[in-house]
């Protein structure tokens, strides 16, 4: 099992002057956004900066004691904080017990959550200064200012964007450990030309790209060292087409395959209409399990688009999207986003069939969330725009689909994450999303009626045994659907068999009874549930938790 907690570096014979740290959501995130900062101290900070600095990183289900109690221990005149909308609850209570316990430690916050309305909050308060924006360059020179002695600082610090030739990459702050246990964090660019109104990245005014020679060397330093599991943060990874073909062409020269699972994974976000034969020339060559696209569809009502300045060509979209799913082996996890200013049930689902017919391998079912300083804020009048006050802000209600429905949608987006993008009920699944001939459901009416009788039958949304859903999903397809019960029995035992479970669900007691040994628990179990990982581009436990981190950040 892997440890929750970030393994601790070497000690030192002298303490840090200064400490970066982070509440990640899961231990396998590196946080790419504290290397950065620790890979400038010398260069923005003063020579000499860097060998008292050290980083640490913890996961947001850790005590809030437990972390300081490792702070403090350090003894650190300066902490800086990396502020985001998953850990913000957490990190507050960790600097409360820290100002509490040591008020002459100075506390410097920075990250996207507190790049915008810092009055309204109160980590803002607690804290001593804030960077907004970029902190490359303006965080080490604070820490030099904080360590020189006593001097007037500004509590609110705008970052200081640097050309990106002036940085220092941070890829040498992966450790070892790092690179043989957790997903790691690239970028060859910063920025997004894009101006959709939900996304923080709206706010910049182009995309700024690294140079491409120096990139490259570091990815290939990575990859001498032992990385294989490379996740881009580019917001646009295929705008500049001569450095996306010369990227994917870098992994496609580093692919090797071992009992036919690749040993390198490369995650991509993508612009979803944009896709020239140059680079589908060299993602047909990409084996399974080694690419992973997020493509962002977000919606397909060309009103809402329109409204929320997203500039998208919804047949080239679909084109592209029928081409990755069927002429490459590229796994393709596409983005939808509920509650959007004008969208309307009735329209989302319209949208929601269209994308499902495409088949892609995920839906990511994502709710509205108004992230700090976005301009999606400019339709809160207009759209009776209600949002959750607390993190992370998620739309509640507006004019067009009530708190009701939006609690009902909710719901269904918990359960298409159990249901249909856990890879565990492909037959299932097609039997309850396209149902049998004449059925006049569409997928989402399907999933939504589903969803609605597993809320009224369980009242749960967490917690669900494998062997529970196998039950409730048979009890469904044969009560409200009216199928055949030794249809449904058939699909969920090939199912349940290719998971490689070992309990026995009660609809299929009799049948895992009548099965061989080593249909149940044996090689044919291993093999098919090693090809449901591979159609899923999963290699091994290490390999799952990298690509559902991947799908999720």
Same mark, same amino acid.
């Given at each position: ?6 393994p ?9 002057? @200064? ?18 900062? =620790?890979a400038?101290?010398?260069? %923005? ?53 820290? $100002? ?7 506390? @410097? ?19 001593? %200064? ?18 020189? *002695?006593? #001097? ?5 610090i705008?970052?200081?964007?640097p050309?990106?030739? !002036?940085?220092?990459?941070?890829? &040498?702050?992966?450790t &070892? ?13 910063r920025?997004?030309?894009? $101006? ?7 706010? &910049? ?18 990859? +001498? ?17 001569? %450095? ?40 047909? +060559? ?15 009502n060309?009103?809402? #688009? #329109? ?5 998208? &060509?919804?047949?080239?979209?679909? !084109? ?21 200013? *004008? ?11 269209? =994308? ?14 108004r ?17 959750d ?7 509640? +209600? ?16 918990r ?16 039997? =309850? ?57 058939q699909?969920?035992?090939? !199912? ?39 159609? +899923? ?10 690509? #559902? ?5």
């Amino acid at each position: 099992m892997i440890s929750s907690a970030a393994p601790l570096p070497a000690t030192t014979s002298e303490p840090p002057r @200064v400490v970066l740290a982070t509440l990640n959501a899961k231990y396998i995130h590196a946080s790419l956004g504290l290397r950065c900062l =620790l890979a400038n101290m010398d260069r %923005h900070g003063g020579g000499g900066l860097r060998a008292v600095t050290q980083l640490r990183e913890f996961v947001i289900q850790q005590r809030p004691t437990q972390i300081v109690e490792e702070l403090l221990a350090l003894n650190p005149q300066v902490i800086g904080l990396g502020i985001y909308i998953w850990n913000v609850v957490e990190t507050t209570q960790v600097l409360r017990l820290l $100002k509490a316990l040591r008020p002459d430690i100075k506390v @410097v916050l920075g990250g996207p959550e507190v790049s915008h309305e810092v009055e309204a909050q109160e980590i803002c308060r607690l804290a001593d %200064h804030v960077i907004t924006g970029w902190g490359d360059v303006s965080f080490p020179k604070i820490c030099r200012a904080l360590l020189d *002695g006593p #001097q007037p600082l500004m509590k609110v610090i705008a970052g200081e964007q640097p050309p990106l030739d !002036d940085l220092a990459f941070p890829y &040498d702050e992966y450790t &070892d450990a790092d690179i043989a246990k957790r997903l790691l964090y690239v970028e060859a660019s910063r920025g997004c030309p894009f $101006k959709c109104e939900f996304c923080l990245s709206a706010l &910049d005014k182009t995309a700024w790209a690294f140079d491409l020679d120096a990139f490259m060397a570091e990815m290939n330093a990575l990859y +001498q060292r032992g990385a294989r599991n490379f996740k881009f943060v580019d917001r646009t990874f295929n705008l500049k087409v001569e %450095h996306s073909v010369r990227i994917l062409q870098f992994f496609l020269d580093r692919l090797q395959m071992a009992n036919e699972v690749p040993n390198l994974f490369v995650h991509f976000e993508v612009v979803p209409d944009s896709l020239p034969d140059r680079l589908k020339e060299l993602i047909v +060559q990409f084996p399974a399990g080694s690419l992973q696209f997020e493509v962002g569809i977000q919606s397909f009502n060309p009103e809402v #688009q #329109q409204r929320i300045s997203r500039k998208q &060509d919804n047949l080239k979209t679909a !084109d592209n999207l029928r081409w990755l799913v069927n002429q490459s082996q590229a796994h393709v996890h596409a983005d939808l986003i509920f509650g959007l200013p *004008g969208e309307t049930l009735e329209s989302f689902a319209a949208g929601f069939d269209r =994308l499902y017919a495409l088949a892609p391998h995920e839906i990511q079912f994502g709710i509205l969330k108004r992230l700090r300083g976005t301009p999606i804020a400019r339709h809160t009048a207009d759209f009776a725009m209600v949002y959750d006050p607390q993190t992370p802000y998620t739309i509640l +209600q507006n004019s067009t689909i009530d708190f009701a429905t939006l609690q009902r949608i909710q719901r269904f987006a918990r359960y298409w994450d159990m249901i249909a993008n856990s890879g565990r009920f492909l037959r299932a699944r097609a039997l =309850l999303l396209d149902g049998v001939e004449g059925s006049p459901m569409s997928a989402f009416s399907a999933f939504l009626s589903f969803s609605d009788w597993l809320w009224q039958s369980t009242g749960k949304t967490h917690e669900f045994a494998l062997e529970k859903l196998v039950d409730l999903l048979f009890e469904h397809l044969t009560g409200p659907r009216g199928m055949a019960e030794d249809t449904v029995r058939q699909a969920l035992l090939a !199912d349940y068999q290719a998971s490689g479970a070992r309990a026995k669900p009660k609809c299929l007691a009799e049948l895992l009874q009548a099965a061989s040994p080593s249909q149940t628990q044996g090689g044919q179990a291993r093999a098919q549930r090693q090809s449901r990982h591979v159609s +899923q581009h999963v290699a091994g436990q290490l390999r799952s938790e990298i690509q #559902q981190a991947a799908a999720a950040a």
